[in-house]
C-alpha cells in the first residue's frame, strides 16, 4: 500500500503536475460528467431534443487536452467532446446553452444539433456531423503554424469507428509527412453505433496505423486520466520540437447508448453493458487521489457541491437566454460585407 | 392489400427481393443486428444472415465502391447511406465509377445497384441530417433517380430500382416514413422508373412535386380547392432521373400554370431543370412565369425549432404561390 | 497594359498575391518544382519557396482540407486541383466543411479560400480530363464560383477570390488557357465577384456564356451578323454564383430572346437556373422560349476526336440554336 | 557461380514453375516493353495521341500476375499495367487498339484515353483515371465470392503516391475486417508526377500499413519478377485458404517521364535518371535465366523475333480497325433494354 502511494505520488509530480492541478482535473471530469447527466434529464423533461453523450470519455478528454495551451494551441472536437471543449475553455452554461439552441449560444447560435460545439474565441473548431471531416482541419492548422513558424499545436479527436474514414488517412499521411505539430487522440469505445471494433478496424488496434505514417501510435488506457495526460504531454512537445504527430489511441468505454435516438439493449448484451462501469474514469481518478490524500470526503463533497452549484446556475442562465428569431436563420452564409 | 407506412414498405421491398433474388444483398452501417437508424433493415439480418445483410465499417466510399465492384462481379448490391448527407465521402464512387462504369466500358460493364438514402428536413436533424442534395445526382448522367412519396410508390419503385440493371439512387424522405399508412398492393408488384404521377386532376395550375412535398402539395390543393375554387393538379414527380417530361407537359398543356416545388434551395436545385423545361417545351401554353417554390437559400435546415420551420416548405407555403400565380 | 494569355494572366494573379500578403499559399499536386501540370504555378516554387509554394500528396480531401484548416487559422490558401474532374474525393470538404463552416459557427468562423480547377473539354482529355462539373458547386449555397472567359477576367477575378472572405471556386476552362492573348491592365486591377459583362451588345437576342463559350458564342454572334443580319448579345456571366440576375434580365429586357449556353451536359447543368431564372422574372420580356444549348446527355466527354468533336459546343452549332431563336 | 547457378534454378523449381514457364514470363515482359516502345513511337509519329507507360515495372507486374487464375480470378489494374493486363488475358492487339482508340476497342471503344484499359472476357475492371478508385472495385469484388462461396480472388495494383488517397484506406480496412480474398499490389516507383516518395508517404514504406489492417505487407524487389511471383502466389494461397488479403509493394522503376505529358528532367536529376536502368526487369531476369541456362542467344533471337512480329501484326490489325462513329458517342449510357 505504501509503495503504491509512493508509485502513485511519483506519477502526477514526475509528469509536472501538482497536487491542485490533479485536483482540478478531477474537478473538470466531475463537472463534465454532471453538465452531461443533467442534458440526459433535460432531454428527457424535452427541453433538450437529443444528447450525445461522453460519459465514461471523461478521463481520456480531461487527460489529453490538459495539456495543451488555452488560447494558443487549437482544438478540433467531434460531438463526444463535452470534457474535452470545457477543459479547453468551454464553460458549462456554454454546452447548455448549445443544447438548447439559444439565439446566443456561442457553437452556432442554434443553427446545430447538440453535440456540434465550437467556439472562435477558445479556437476550438466548431463541429460537423460527417465523422472525421475535422481531423483534416487540425492537420491545416498544424500545416499553417508550421508555414508561418508560429509556436502553435493543434489536437483532435475522433472514434474508432471513425478511424476508417478515408480522409483520416490522407490527414494522418501528410502530418506524418512533413511531421506537423498535431495530436490525432481516437478515442476507442468499442462501438461505431452497433457495430462493433471487430467489424469496423481491420486488425483491431488503431494505434497500429501510426507506423505507417511514420509517427509515433501509443495506446492508453482511457479511464486513467495521468495516463492519458501523460501521452499527451509527450505528443505535445515532440510538436513544439519538430518531431512530428502522434497518435494517442485511448481505450475508454460508451457507458451510454450511442445517443439518446438509440437504445444499446437492441445489440449488446445486459452483461457486457454491467461490465463498463468498472472502467468509469471518475471513481478511479478518485480513488488514486484518494490514496494519494490529495482527495478527502471533505474536498469530494465541496467539489460536488461547487459542481452542483455551477451546473444549476449554468442551466439557469442557459434556459433564459433568448430564442434565436426566425428570420435570423437566412443570415451568415457568407460574409456580411460581400453579398 | 395490406395498410403499411413507407419505412413498413421499404423493409417489406427488400425483403422480398432479398428472398427472390440470392444475388441480393444489403450492405450499409449499422443495417445488421441494430436494423438500421431509423429501422428499415429491422428483421433482415435475422432472416437473410450477416453476409447478405452486411454491416460495414463507418466508410462511405467503401460502402459505394464495394457495392460497385460486387455489382461488377453480378451481384444486385442494395446499399444504405445512414443519411443522405453522408453520402459525400461516396461522391468520387458514385460519379466517377458508378455513374459511368457502362459508359466508359462501351456497354461491356453494368452496375445494377441501388443507394438507398434518407433525406429530408423537418425532423430535428439540423444541417446534417436534413439535407435534401437531389440535385447533386439529377444531374449527373448514368444515374437513375427515384424520390418516392407514397408507400406503394416506394416499394413498387425500389424493387425496379433492385432490378434495374443500371445505377439507382433511392431517396427517401424521412419525414414520410411514418408520417401515414396508406394501401400497398399485395404481391409483386413493380413499378416502371421513369413515370410521374397525377395524385390529384385539376385544371387550373399544376404543382410538380415529390417525396414529403407531395403530400403537403396535397394539402395545399385541398385548402385552393375549399378556400379558393382552384383545382390544382398535382404531379408527383416519383423519378427525377429521367424525368417524365411527356406527363409533365401534358399537365402544363391542360393547366397552363406551372409551380414547382422542392425543400432544397432553390438556385442550381432540381425543380430549375423542371421549370427549364417547361420554360422551353412548355412555351406555347403558359399563361403565366414558371414559378419556382424552394428552401431559403441557406446551406442546410438549422436547428432550433423556430428556425426550421422558418426554414420547411409547408402547405400554405404552396397555398400562396399557387395564388399568386393563379392571380397572374 | 500587357498581352497574357489565361494561363499566364493566373500565373500573374498568384505571384502578385503571394508577393502582397504572406498570409497567401499555394498548395496542390505538382504545383512546386514541375509548376503544376498545366504550369500555373511556374517559377512560383523558386520565388516563394516550399512552404507557401506546397507540394501535397496525391490526396484531394487532403488539400481540400488542410487549406480550410489553414484558413480557419487565418491564411489564405489557394488549392488546385489538378483536373476538376479529381475534385471528387474533395467533395465531402467542399460540401459538408468548406461551404457551410460560416452559416453552422453562426459566422465566427469564416474561409477565406481558393480552389482552382482546370476544366473542360476540347483537349483530347477524354471521359476524366474534360469535365465541366460546375453544377456540383453553382447549387452548393456557401460558395461562390467564377469562370472567368479572357486573361483580364482571369487576373482580376482571381485577385478578388483571393482576398474573398468566403471560399471561392475557380474554374478555369482548359481550352482556354493558351487560346488567345489580350490585353491585362497592369497593376493591382481587382475585379468584383458577382457581376456579368456584356461581351457583345446586340439587340435580337442574348446569348448567357461563360468560359469557353463566350469564346465560341462571340464568333458565332459574328457569324449571325454577317450572315444573317441578326444582333446578338453575348453575355459573359463570368461569377455562375452569385449570378447577376440584374444584368441577365436587362439583357432580355432588350432582346426578348435567351439563349443559354454551356458545355456541360444539359439535364440539371448550370444553365437550368438561368433559363429558370429568365423563365420566372423575365417571362413578360420573353418573345420566345427560352432555350438551351448544352452538352449532351453522356456522362462526359468521349476520347476519339470524332466522338469528342461530336460532343463539344463549338461556333456552327450555337449559330444554329441562335437562327432557330430568331425564327421563332 | 555453381552454387548461384544451383540456388537460382532450385528458386523458380521451388516456386513451382517449369523451365518453359519462365521462358514465358520473360517472353511476356519482352512482348509487354515491346508493346510499350512501339506505342511510343506511335505517339511521336502523331498516330497516338498519349501514352502512359509501364516501361520498368513489368517485372513486377508479370510476376504477380502470373500468379493468378485467368478466367477465373478478377484484375482491377492501374493505366500502368499494360503488361499486368496482358497476362491475365489482353492481347497486343487488344492494347494497341485501345490507344488508337478504335470503335471497336474492347475497353472503351475509343471512349477513353489510352491507358484506361478494361476487358469484360478476361475479368479485367475498366480503368478510369481518378486514382485508386479500382482498389474498393478489387474488394468489392472479393466481398461479392467470400459472400457467394465462391473460389476467386481479386488483385488490383496502383502507384504509392495513390497509397496515399482516403478510399485506398477504407478499402484496405475493409478487407482486412473480413478476411477477403484480395491482393493489394502497389508499384512503388518513387515518384508521382513530380513529386517524390519522401512528398508523399509518411514513414516512406506501404507495405507498413499493411499491419495497421491486420494484414501482411511484404516488401518486394519489383525488378525480380520471381520475387513478385512468389509473393503473390503466397497471397493467392492466402486468399484462397480464407487468411485474408496481403499487401505487396514493390519497389519499382519509372523508365519514363510520368507520360507523354510530361517530361521528368524538369524535377528530376540526370544522373538519377541514368542510374534507373540498372534496375530495368527485363535484362536482370535475362541475365538470370542464362545463367540458368534456359535463356539462350538463339532462345532470345527467336523471342524477340516472334515478339518482334508480333508487335508488327499487331499494330497493323489494330491500325486497320474503323474508328468509331460520331453518333455511337450517344449510346451506351443506360441499358438497352431501359431509357
Ligand atoms: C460520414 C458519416 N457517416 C455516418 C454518420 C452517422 N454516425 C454518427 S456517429 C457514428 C458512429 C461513430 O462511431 P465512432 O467513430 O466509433 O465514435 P463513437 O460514436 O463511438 O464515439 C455514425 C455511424 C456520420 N455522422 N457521418
Ligand atoms: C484523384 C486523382 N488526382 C490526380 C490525378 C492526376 N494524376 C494522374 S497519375 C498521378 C500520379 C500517380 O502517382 P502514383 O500513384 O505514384 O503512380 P505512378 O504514376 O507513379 O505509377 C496524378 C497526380 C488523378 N489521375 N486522379
Ligand atoms: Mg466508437
Ligand atoms: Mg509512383
Known amino acids: ?339 | 392489400m395490406a395498410e403499411l407506412n413507407i419505412l413498413e414498405a421499404i423493409r417489406q421491398a427488400m425483403d422480398e427481393e432479398l428472398e427472390r433474388d440470392e444475388r441480393v444483398m444489403v450492405l450499409g452501417e449499422d443495417v445488421g443486428k441494430k436494423g438500421g437508424v431509423f429501422g428499415a433493415t429491422e428483421g433482415l439480418w435475422a432472416k437473410y444472415g450477416d453476409k447478405r445483410v452486411l454491416d460495414t465499417p463507418l466508410s462511405e466510399g467503401l460502402i459505394a465502391g464495394a457495392a460497385a465492384g460486387a455489382a461488377l462481379y453480378g451481384l444486385r448490391p442494395v446499399a444504405e447511406m445512414q443519411f443522405a448527407d453522408f453520402v459525400y465521402p461516396a461522391f468520387n464512387q458514385i460519379v466517377s465509377e458508378i455513374s459511368r462504369m457502362r459508359y466508359r466500358s462501351n456497354g461491356a460493364f453494368g452496375l445494377p445497384m441501388v443507394i438507398r438514402m434518407p433525406y429530408g428536413g423537418g425532423v430535428h436533424g439540423a444541417l446534417y441530417h436534413s439535407q435534401s442534395n437531389e440535385s447533386y445526382f439529377t444531374s449527373t448522367v448514368g444515374l437513375k433517380v427515384v424520390a418516392p412519396g407514397t408507400p406503394a410508390d416506394a416499394k413498387g419503385l425500389l424493387k425496379a430500382a433492385i432490378r434495374d440493371p443500371d445505377p439507382v439512387m433511392f431517396f427517401e424522405h424521412k419525414k414520410t416514413y411514418r408520417l401515414f399508412k396508406a394501401e400497398v398492393p399485395d404481391g409483386d408488384e413493380v413499378l416502371p422508373i421513369g413515370r410521374a404521377s397525377i395524385a390529384r386532376a385539376g385544371k387550373d395550375l399544376s404543382i410538380f412535386c415529390y417525396g414529403y412535398m407531395r403530400f403537403c402539395a396535397l394539402e395545399a390543393a385541398e385548402v385552393l380547392a375549399r378556400e379558393d375554387g382552384l383545382e390544382a393538379e398535382v404531379v408527383d414527380l416519383r423519378t427525377l432521373r429521367p424525368l417524365d417530361v411527356a406527363t409533365v407537359l401534358g399537365s402544363v398543356e391542360r393547366t397552363g400554370k406551372a409551380l414547382v416545388v422542392h425543400e432544397a434551395n432553390q438556385f442550381g436545385g432540381y425543380g430549375a431543370e423542371v421549370a427549364a423545361v417547361i420554360a422551353q417545351d412548355g412555351f406555347e401554353h403558359l399563361d403565366g412565369p414558371v414559378t419556382r417554390l424552394a428552401g431559403p437559400e441557406v446551406p442546410a435546415v438549422p436547428f432550433h425549432h423556430a428556425l426550421e420551420d422558418w426554414f420547411m416548405i409547408n402547405p400554405s407555403k404552396i397555398v400562396d404561390a399557387a395564388r399568386a400565380l393563379a392571380a397572374y
Open chain 1, 1 to 339: 500500500m505504501a509503495t503504491t502511494k509512493a508509485a502513485a505520488t511519483t506519477r502526477h509530480r514526475e509528469l509536472g503536475l501538482s497536487d491542485d492541478e490533479v485536483l482540478a482535473m478531477y474537478r473538470a471530469m466531475l463537472l463534465a460528467r454532471a453538465v452531461d447527466e443533467r442534458m440526459w434529464l433535460m432531454q428527457r423533461a424535452g427541453k433538450i431534443a437529443f444528447i450525445i453523450s461522453g460519459q465514461g470519455h471523461e478521463g481520456a478528454q480531461v487527460g489529453t487536452s490538459w495539456a495543451m495551451r488555452r488560447g494558443q494551441d487549437w482544438m478540433a472536437p467531434f460531438y463526444r467532446s463535452i470534457a474535452a471543449t470545457m477543459t479547453f475553455g468551454m464553460s458549462a452554461e456554454d454546452i447548455i446553452t448549445a443544447h438548447l439552441a439559444k439565439g446566443d449560444d456561442v457553437s452556432s447560435g442554434g443553427r446545430q444539433m447538440p453535440g456540434h460545439y465550437g467556439g472562435a474565441p477558445y479556437n476550438i473548431v466548431s463541429v460537423s456531423s460527417p465523422v472525421g471531416t475535422q481531423v483534416l482541419h487540425a492537420v491545416g492548422i498544424a500545416m499553417a503554424a508550421w508555414v508561418r513558424g508560429d509556436d502553435v499545436v493543434a489536437i483532435t479527436f475522433y472514434g474508432e469507428g471513425t478511424s476508417n474514414q478515408g480522409e483520416i488517412h490522407e490527414a494522418m499521411n501528410f502530418a506524418g509527412v512533413h511531421k506537423l505539430p498535431v495530436i490525432f487522440v481516437c478515442e476507442n469505445n468499442g462501438y461505431a453505433i452497433s457495430v462493433p471494433l471487430a467489424k469496423q478496424v481491420g486488425g483491431l488496434s488503431v494505434a497500429a496505423r501510426a507506423v505507417g505514417y511514420g509517427m509515433p501510435g501509443v495506446t492508453v488506457d482511457g479511464s486513467d486520466v495521468l495516463a492519458c495526460f501523460g501521452a499527451a504531454r509527450e505528443a505535445h512537445a515532440r510538436a513544439r520540437a519538430g518531431e512530428g504527430p502522434t497518435l494517442i489511441e485511448a481505450k475508454v468505454v460508451r457507458l451510454t447508448s450511442h445517443s439518446s435516438d438509440d437504445d444499446q439493449r437492441r445489440y449488446r448484451d445486459p452483461s457486457e453493458v454491467e461490465g463498463l462501469k468498472e472502467h468509469d474514469p471518475l471513481p478511479r481518478f478518485a480513488d488514486q487521489l484518494r490514496q494519494l490524500g490529495i482527495l478527502t470526503d471533505p474536498i469530494e463533497e465541496r467539489l460536488r457541491a461547487e459542481v452542483k452549484a455551477e451546473v444549476n446556475e449554468a442551466s439557469r442562465r442557459a434556459e433564459a437566454r433568448p430564442d434565436p428569431e426566425p428570420e435570423t436563420a437566412a443570415g451568415g452564409v457568407y460574409a456580411a460585407e460581400t453579398r
